[in-house]
C-alpha cells in the first residue's frame, strides 16, 4: 500500500494509546512527528525523551508504518535484555493488535540475538568435546554443578521450540553452555551443516526476515555493521534505544583478546589436524606469553616492550604456519564431523593471529593523535589468567561509514543531551555537523515541584582512601530522616560495601547491599519494604526501576569520573588532546555526566513520584565544570541547605 493510502502517523498513535489505555502525552506526540519527519527526510535523528514519555510507542508507531509503506524490516536494537522482552513481550504485541485494522495486515515482530545465544542442534549430538576438557575446574563441586547443567540443558534441547538459551530457567553458566553452542565463526552453515535444515539460529533468522519490526541488540548491530556477512536481515531504518549505550557496547564487540588459554585452545583445537611439530611451535609462543603476562604489571601499555613485541609477533607467524597447515577452508564438505573441526581450528586460529597483529599495530605512530588503538594488560584473578586486550579510541568512523552512511537510523535514550547539547554523544556517533537533528522532547514529571537535587556542598572532597567519616554521618542522617526508603549510588562496589559495613548498626532499618544476593532479588526486596535501604554501584544506576513510596532518596556518593587508571578512558582521553581538544571534558566529565544523570533519573519513575537526591560530593557545586554537569541532568530544585531535604524528607514520611 502506498505511504499515502495510509492512516497520518498521529492518528495510528491515537489508536495504539487507546488500546493500551493510556493517555497522550505532548513529548510522545512530538517524537513521533520527529520520527516521522526522519524518516520522510532520510535523516539521522537524536531524541532525549524523559521516563514516562511513552517513547517506545512513539518510535514503534511510526516505525511499522514505514515498514508497511515500504514493504522492508525496521531493526530496533536495545542495549539491556529488560527492554528487549519488554518490546517482545508486551508492547509489541498490544500494538500489533491495536493496529491491525488500521494496516493492511497485523504488524509481525521477531527477536534476533547472535548465534552463540541459541542451541546448535548439530554440536548437541555430538557430546562434550574433547578441547574443553581442559577448561574444567578442578573443584569436584564445580565440575558436578557444571554436569548437572549440562545433562539440563540435554533435556531442555529434547522440548524447545526456539533453542533460545534465555528460555531456559534458571540459567546455566557459560562453561556448560558453551558444549551447545557455535559462534558465527565456528558455524559450518545451514547448506553443509547435518542439522541445518532444523537450526535455531537459521530459523529465527529466517522469521525475522520476514518481520516487520526485528528486535535485536547493540552487539549485533556492530557485529552487523562491522561484518562482511550480514547478519540481520536487509533494512534501511534503525531505532537505537538505549542509545548512550552505543559506543560502550560497540567497543566491546570491536576489542580484541589474547591470553595464554586463547592460544592453548587454538593449539587444543589444531593439534589433531595438523603436523605436530608446527602445532608444538605455536604452544611454544603460548607458553612465552604466559611467563611473559605472568610477570608484567597490569594496565596500559603505551610503548612496546622489546620482548613483548618478539613474543606477539611469535604468535603471529606460528599462528599463521597452523592457518597454512590446515590447507584451505571450505575443504570436508562430505565429512561434516571433520568440516566442523577444521572450521573450530580456523577460528580460534583467527582470533589469537588478529589480535596478535592488532596490538603490534597498535604501536609505531609518529605522534599519539595517530594512534588508532590502545593495548593493555588486564591482571589475573583466581578462575582467569592475565589478558591483553586491544581497543579503539574511537569508533565513530566506523559507525559513521557502517551503520549512518546506509540507513536512517534514530537514536533514542532518557540521556542524551549532555550539559545541554547533543555534540558530545555526536561526535562520539560519528556524526558530523550536517545531516541529523537533535530534539528533547521533555518529560511527563514536574522535576521542580517532585524532585529536590541537595548538593552537599559543605562536607570536604571525596578522597582516595574510602568514605570519610562526615559522608557516612550524613548519609545516616539523611536516611533516617526518609525512614529508609533510599537508594545508595556508590562510584565502586568497595564504597558500597564499606558503606554497609560502617552504617548497618547505625541503622534501624534494613540495608542491603549488592552482592548479597541477586541484584533481581534484592531490588524486588527492596520495592516490597517501604523500610529498606538499597546501597550498590554500576548496574543499579541505570537498572532500577521502582516507582511509588519505598524510594524517596537517591544518594550519590561522588561524581562518577572513570578511574584515572581506566586504560582505555584515560588513552582516550590523551588522545584527544593530542589532536587539540580537551580530553578531560570529552571522556570523562562526558562520562560522569551521562552516569549522573541516569543516576538521578532512578528518583522518578510514577507520575506521582516525589522525593530527594542527595550528592555529597561539593565538587558539583563548586568546580568549574559543574555547569556542564548540572546542565545534563533534569531540573530539579537545586539547594546546598542540609536543612532542606532533611525536612522534605521528614514531610514526605508522614505524607506516605
Known amino acids: 500500500m502506498p505511504d499515502s493510502h495510509l492512516p497520518p502517523v498521529e492518528d495510528l498513535l491515537s489508536v495504539a494509546v487507546n488500546a493500551v489505555g493510556g493517555s497522550e502525552r505532548q513529548g510522545q506526540i512530538t517524537m513521533v512527528k520527529a520520527v516521522q519527519r526522519a524518516i520522510d527526510e532520510e535523516e539521522h535523528l537524536a531524541v532525549q525523551a524523559g521516563t514516562g514519555t511513552g517513547k517506545s510507542l512513539a518510535y514503534l508507531v511510526p516505525s511499522i508504518r514505514h515498514a508497511m509503506a515500504s514493504d522492508t524490516t525496521v531493526v530496533v536494537s536495545t542495549a539491556t535484555i529488560a527492554l528487549q522482552r519488554q518490546l517482545v513481550d508486551r508492547d509489541l504485541p498490544r500494538l500489533a493488535e491495536a493496529l491491525s485494522k488500521e494496516l493492511p495486515h497485523e504488524p509481525s515482530f521477531a527477536i534476533l540475538k547472535g548465534r552463540r545465544n541459541y542451541l546448535c542442534r548439530y554440536k548437541a549430538t555430538a557430546g562434550w568435546p574433547e578441547e574443553d576438557e581442559q577448561d574444567q575446574l578442578f573443584d569436584p ?367 534501624t532499618v534494613p540495608l542491603l547491599c549488592q552482592g548479597d544476593d541477586s541484584t533481581m532479588l534484592l531490588v524486588k526486596q527492596f520495592a516490597e519494604d517501604e523500610s529498606t535501604c538499597l546501597f550498590g554501584t554500576l548496574s543499579l544506576w541505570q537498572g532500577v526501576d521502582v516507582p511509588g513510596p519505598s524510594l524517596r532518596l537517591v544518594i550519590i556518593d561522588r561524581v562518577p569520573f572513570p578511574r584515572p587508571d581506566d586504560p582505555l578512558t584515560s588513552a582516550r582521553q590523551r588522545h584527544v588532546a593530542a589532536k587539540g581538544g580537551n580530553g578531560f571534558m570529552t571522556v570523562a566529565a562526558t562520562h560522569a555526566a551521562l552516569l549522573l544523570a541516569q543516576g538521578t533519573g532512578r528518583l522518578l519513575r510514577a507520575q506521582h513520584d516525589k522525593g530527594v537526591i542527595a550528592v555529597l560530593d561539593p565538587r558539583l557545586a563548586t568546580a568549574r565544570y559543574s555547569g556542564f554537569l548540572l546542565g545534563s541532568l533534569p531540573p530539579f530544585w537545586r539547594t546546598t541547605d542540609p536543612a532542606i531535604p532533611r525536612a522534605a524528607l521528614k514531610r514526605l514520611t508522614t505524607e506516605d
Open 141 to 507: 563441586r564445580e565440575v558436578s554443578a557444571t554436569g548437572r547443567m549440562v545433562q539440563r540443558i540435554q533435556e531442555w534441547a529434547e522440548e524447545t521450540e526456539t533453542g533460545d538459551r534465555d528460555e531456559l530457567v534458571p540459567g546455566v553458566s557459560e562453561q556448560a553452555w558453551r558444549q551447545f553452542s557455535v559462534s558465527a565463526q565456528e558455524c559450518l552453515g545451514a547448506a553443509r551443516c547435518p542439522s541445518g535444515a532444523e537450526c535455531f539460529a537459521e530459523l529465527a533468522r529466517a522469521r525475522a526476515g520476514e518481520s516487520d519490526v526485528v528486535v535485536t541488540n547493540h552487539a549485533l548491530l556492530a557485529i552487523d555493521a562491522m561484518g562482511d556477512i550480514p547478519v540481520l536481515p536487509e533494512h534501511d531504518m534503525v531505532v537505537v534505544d538505549e542509545a548512550h549505550e552505543l559506543v560502550d557496547r560497540v567497543t566491546s564487540v570491536a576489542t580484541g583478546e589474547l591470553s595464554e588459554g586463547s592460544v592453548a585452545l587454538a593449539v587444543r583445537r589444531v593439534g589433531r589436524l595438523i603436523e605436530q611439530p608446527i602445532a608444538d611451535q605455536l604452544m611454544e609462543a603460548g607458553e612465552d606469553l604466559k611467563a611473559l603476562l605472568a610477570a608484567a604489571p597490569d594496565g596500559r601499555i603505551d610503548e612496546l616492550p622489546q620482548v613483548l613485541g618478539l613474543t606477539l609477533a611469535l604468535i603471529r607467524d606460528t599462528s599463521a604456519r597452523c592457518v597454512t597447515a590446515l590447507g584451505p577452508r571450505g575443504a570436508d564438505k562430505d565429512d561434516p564431523d571433520r568440516a566442523g573441526q577444521r572450521k573450530a581450528a580456523f577460528t580460534a586460529l583467527d582470533e589469537v593471529h588478529d589480535a596478535a597483529v592488532r596490538m603490534l599495530e597498535a604501536y609505531g605512530h609518529a605522534s599519539e593523535a595517530d594512534r588508532a588503538e590502545v593495548v593493555w594488560l588486564e591482571a589475573g584473578t583466581d578462575r582467569r589468567p592475565p589478558m591483553l586486550r586491544v581497543a579503539p579510541l574511537n569508533v565513530g568512523g566506523m559507525l559513521r561509514d557502517k551503520l549512518f552512511g546506509e540507513r536512517t537510523v534514530v537514536l533514542t535514550s532518557a540521556t542524551l543531551a549532555l550539559g545541554g547539547t547533543f555534540d558530545g554523544m555526536a561526535r562520539q556517533w560519528g556524526l558530523g555537523e550536517k545531516g541529523w537533528q537533535g530534539i528533547d522532547v521533555g518529560s511527563p514529571f514536574d522535576h521542580p515541584r517532585a524532585g529536590i537535587l541537595y548538593v552537599a556542598k559543605h562536607l570536604p572532597q571525596p578522597g582516595r582512601d574510602g568514605l570519610p567519616q562526615q559522608y557516612l554521618d550524613e548519609i545516616v542522617e539523611l536516611i533516617e530522616a526518609a525512614g529508609g526508603r533510599t537508594l545508595g549510588l556508590f562510584s565502586s562496589m568497595r564504597a558500597a560495601k564499606a558503606a554497609t559495613e560502617a552504617l548497618r548498626d547505625r541503622l
